[in-house]
């Protein structure tokens, strides 16, 4: 059995479940997902965390089940997971303990790719982490584009409305609203400035002739100001009428796209099937030092 934490939003939970659909995979095993994170009891005694739900159960997943509804006890798990205990576990390069007679618990603890754990073999375990980098299941692309690209009713009849299938289109992310209110849970981000993407509308511009940019954001107020003077440019969701799995769904069937420093256009960027897409990313990044793709182009952050 393998057994995976999901925690975070929703980019956060694609790398996570992708990893552990990796390794269930190579090893033959069931797949539990432990969806506890977002329940209301444990959110409201880690007020730290940003409120968040389990979004990828609204996509066509396959594992067998939530770890809540099987009759299976591991009381190590709440101990590990304390905040004082996982910043110990985190020192030594890699952690992996027994935390029963069958399963053992794996702790990612540095944020890059670790190729041993791309060949765990023949365990029970625990996994808890964000593993995020394509390394750890880029093996399985396409079973995941499978699982993660279904469209909803809203979704294709904006797609057919707006000529994404058929326009030159850029997608652009936009992230800031939880970034820049909650700087104490997000300072170690990069917060990207209008130098980044005045410099990836350029380099687009340069090499498409009108280039239709679909623009998505949580800041709709700032990113309208930054793009005052841009044609060709159309806001999704303006209204706020679509889901972020919506959104997430549109952004990944555009043909090229401009993320930011966020999981969430991350993938909506990996899973655009366009065998010619273009994809540009910020150069810095906090997290996984391996997250950024070989095949994509990276801009200029800052000054």
Request: hydrophobic share 40%; proline share 3%.
């Amino acid at each position: 059995m393998i057994i995976i934490r999901l925690w975070g939003g929703l980019g956060n939970q694609l790398f996570q479940y992708a990893f552990a659909y990796s390794i269930a995979k190579e090893n033959g095993k069931k797949l539990l997902l432990d969806t506890r994170f977002y329940e209301e009891d444990y959110l409201n005694k880690n007020s730290h965390f940003t409120v968040q739900t389990a979004q990828i159960l609204g996509l066509n997943l396959e594992f067998n089940d939530l770890l809540k509804n099987v009759n299976l006890t591991l009381p190590m798990i709440k101990i590990l997971q304390n905040r004082t205990i996982n910043r110990l576990i985190r020192i030594p390069k890699r952690f992996k303990m027994p935390i029963s007679y069958e399963y053992r618990y794996c702790k990612e603890t540095r944020f890059r790719f670790d190729p041993k754990l791309n060949t765990i073999k023949n365990d029970n375990l625990y996994l808890d982490g964000y593993w995020q980098c394509e390394k750890y299941f880029s093996k399985y692309r396409t079973e995941l584009i499978k699982q993660f690209v279904n469209h909803s009713k809203i979704v294709e009849k904006y797609i057919i409305e707006n000529q994404i299938d058929t326009v030159c289109n850029v997608a652009i992310h936009v992230r800031r609203g939880d970034y820049v209110n909650n700087t104490r849970l997000f300072s170690n981000l990069y917060l990207l400035d209008e130098k980044y993407y005045i410099g990836a509308l350029k380099y687009f511009n340069l090499r498409f002739e009108n280039p239709q940019f679909f623009i998505f954001t949580n800041d709709l107020d700032w990113t309208r100001k930054m793009f005052i003077n841009s044609d060709n440019c159309t806001f999704v969701n303006v209204n706020r009428k679509m889901t972020d799995l919506e959104e997430f769904q549109i952004m990944a069937k555009c043909k090229h796209q401009i993320i930011s420093n966020s999981t969430f256009s991350w993938w909506a960027a990996w899973l655009n099937n366009n065998s010619e897409k273009i994809v540009v990313a910020p150069d810095k990044w906090f997290g996984n030092r391996d997250i950024i793709p070989s095949s994509w182009i990276t801009l200029p952050s800052e000054d």
